[in-house]
């Protein structure tokens, strides 16, 4: 990495308990050499659970602690020391405001704060930007970018992205990027539909990754007692009442196991008043937040994961399920189908499909521990080839180096 090249992220919320990927892949680039300043749109104080995330927090600046009497000075000296900048940048905000679900006030509130940065971190001499989610984070790079900030770059992770196209300008936010990551090759056919020709050899995949402390873990034998694990937010696009509704008839079929759901969220109510409507007291366990370390644990403890999700990118906790050597029982969404392979390191069953996620969990019930190991195993060497940090990351490095030395090379 050349010495003058100064890669920032931006995320709207860093760090977060679900957003451990972003984390690694921040600490994977430093580990080769190359510093990051990190950027979050808001402050996450009061909600990160894991010593790591607290440790980047200390690292991480936040844009709206300026306040809005920040915001206002900012946005206004912007306006004045670079009016032609600053009147593209505000045609732009209009037009995006205008096509997006979340009105014109909220796109001039982004643009503020891509003042902000402008105005105050000016100093880093940052010569490029990395977004996470095609949302409002990228937004602000875009608006800084107009008004003569860094180039800048962004991960697309879905499905959000993808819901809302038009409404979040992705066409333009592709259009004026330097390049665009997309985490499976789902995610780069989706960048493929919503970009010009002409701008598909800007669309990457870089992976999301694990560290090498998941790949160091010493292998553990999965253990005697039958049992699930489902780690992720207590939401509807996670289909964790689903998973309570085939527990429910599993437990009819008088199978014997146990279920751990590891997370929080929105629908925890919703899903204890389940567990408490199918008295599944006895068998389904929420455990809240946990840290990365409670998660790998909850992992080990169980058989099999299970996660019935109707929307997904590719979801982390399935490459730390399977580097710990825990197959997968998920659904044919999105990147999913990329790393679970059935019947080698798991199950697939269709969205939504309740009977055919009772199928798949008293397949589990069924197959002898060996089995479930070996597949653990073939899952463990999968995720190694295809999801270790440290190469995705020299990736990475390369697509920047790129941006630095011939932005017309990409």
């Known amino acids: ?28 680039l430093e580990a080769l050499g190359i510093p990051i300043t990190r950027f979050s749109l808001q402050s996450c104080v009061g909600k990160v659970v894991d010593e790591l995330d607290q440790q980047e927090l200390e690292k991480t600046e936040v844009i709206l602690n300026v306040g809005v009497i920040g915001l206002l ?31 014109i006030l909220r796109n001039l509130a982004y643009l503020a704060e891509a003042c902000v940065l402008i105005d105050k971190f000016s100093n880093l001499n940052i010569s490029h930007f990395h977004a996470h989610f095609g949302t409002n984070s990228t937004t602000v790079v875009l608006l800084n970018y107009i008004l003569g900030g860094a180039s800048y770059s962004f991960t697309v992770h879905g499905p959000e992205e993808f819901d809302k196209v ?44 694990l560290d090498q402390s998941f790949f160091d873990f010493p292998w553990q034998p999965i253990p005697e007692k039958p049992s699930f694990v489902c780690v992720g937010r207590l939401c509807e696009q996670k289909g964790q009442l689903l998973l309570i509704e085939a527990v429910s008839k599993l437990a009819a079929q008088g199978e014997d196991f146990k279920l751990v759901l590891v997370g929080d969220g929105d629908l925890r109510s919703p899903i204890e008043e389940a567990i408490k409507r199918y ?99 073939m899952g463990a060497k999968r995720v190694a080839q295809e999801h270790n940090v440290t190469h995705e990351a020299q990736k990475l490095s390369q697509l920047f180096e790129s941006v630095h030395l011939s932005p017309s090379s990409l």
Request: proline share 5%; hydrophobic share 45%.
């Open 279 to 377: 008295q599944l007291e006895d068998i389904v366990e929420i455990t809240g937040w946990a840290t990365q370390a409670q998660v790998q644990q909850y992992i080990l403890a169980s058989q099999v994961m299970v996660l019935p999700s109707f929307a997904e990118g590719l979801p982390v906790v399935i490459m730390e399920s399977l580097a710990l050597g825990r197959p997968v029982i998920s659904t044919y969404v999105a990147g999913i189908p990329e790393l679970v392979v059935p019947n080698e390191s798991g199950w697939l069953v269709p969205a939504g499909s309740v009977d055919a996620l009772v199928v798949a969990m008293k397949t589990v019930l069924d197959t002898p521990i060996s089995r479930l190991e070996e597949m653990g195993k």
């Open 73 to 103: 000075s900012s946005f206004i000296k912007v306006a004045l020391t670079r009016p032609k900048r600053w009147l593209t940048a505000l045609k732009l905000t209009f037009k995006m405001g205008w096509n997006s679900d979340r009105g």
């Open 166 to 209: 038009q409404g979040i300008s992705l066409p333009e936010k592709i259009k004026q990027a330097a390049f665009v990551v997309a985490i499976s090759s789902y995610g780069k056919s989706q960048l493929y539909r919503w970009s010009e020709f002409a701008n598909w050899q800007k669309l990457k995949i870089i992976h999301c990754g």
């Open 1 to 28: 990495m050349s010495p003058s090249m100064k890669i920032a992220y931006l995320v709207n919320q860093y760090p977060t308990v679900s957003h451990s990927f972003i984390r690694r892949e921040i600490l994977a």
